[in-house]
């Protein structure tokens, strides 16, 4: 799926699905700009992308989208003169209910899942409006479906959602798509930061065994099977017509999702 030449900015890009995102747009041709938070992931993954044989070296902007929308947009159009392709894929969680959940805590989450997505997509939409480019936002089945001790998370998911359909319903009869992939659990390093296990524990195989027998295929998913479904709706050869999508990756037919906790 080719995206030869064209300028993709990703945040969130320097683990996870943001992380293979960027190594597959690269190998696609595309230009990137890359944004995120950690300087040694990031970096790791700039170099996944030269060892790949990708010429062309990519923009990594050292960025928190809640402060710095404004510098990662500037530097991305410095750099490439244009935006093609925005994905809006940084974001975090922390456990809580409605009891424990720490007001610090929900401002931070939607600082990041909304308010700087916003404004990161506010920015971008003029360059999007002169190149007929298109935004990916990445959510997740928890914008969806009830999920337990993950309120605020949940909460901004759902936001996104609706921002996405929202923004699609703006932006549509300019030539600009805007669409929204919502994984179900997929094998990143987001639930062991998020619930704090370490990754090679008995508690935090016992947690994925969990979450596989919640998913109708019985197993998580995989990043490339996320990074498949952005790069579906981010391309004009497949994806043409359709905006304002909610495109979820597996769950889509589970109506709640109950995980007990180690």
Excluded: W
């Excluded at 990594?60 to 809640?66: E, F, G, H, K, R």
């Excluded at 949940?154 to 996104?160: I, P, R, V």
């Excluded at 996405?164 to 390093?189: E, H």
């Amino acid at each position: 799926m080719s995206f030869e030449g064209k300028i993709v900015l990703i945040t969130g890009a320097s683990s996870g699905i943001g992380a293979a995102a960027a190594v597959y747009f690269a190998q696609q041709g595309a230009l990137l700009a890359l944004v995120g938070r950690n300087a040694e992931r990031a970096e790791s993954v700039a170099a996944k992308i030269r060892d790949s044989g990708v010429e062309v070296e990519p923009l990594v902007i050292l960025a928190d989208i809640t402060v710095d929308s404004e510098r990662i947009i500037s530097e991305t159009i410095e750099k490439y003169g244009r935006l093609d392709v925005l994905i809006n894929n940084a974001a975090f969680g922390v456990p809580g209910s409605i009891e424990t959940t720490r007001i610090e805590d929900y401002d931070a989450i939607f600082s990041t899942n909304v308010r700087g997505t916003f404004l990161l997509t506010q920015l971008a939409v003029p360059h999007l409006l002169a190149s007929k480019g298109n935004i990916v936002n990445v959510s997740s089945v928890c914008g969806m479906r009830t999920f337990p001790i993950l309120l605020a998370y949940c909460m901004s998911k759902a936001a996104l959602d609706q921002f996405t359909q929202c923004v699609a319903v703006d932006l549509a009869d300019r030539g600009v798509r805007v669409n929204c992939v919502s994984p179900g659990v997929v094998d990143t390093n987001f639930h062991e930061i998020t619930l704090g296990f370490n990754k090679d524990s008995v508690e935090y195989a016992a947690i994925m065994d969990q979450y596989a027998n919640i998913h109708p295929m019985k197993r998580i998913g995989q990043t490339d099977e996320c990074v498949n479904a952005i790069a579906f709706l981010a391309n004009e050869n497949t994806a043409a017509f359709i905006t304002g999508t909610l495109l979820t990756v597996e769950l889509s037919i589970v109506e709640r999702m109950f995980i007990s906790l180690i």
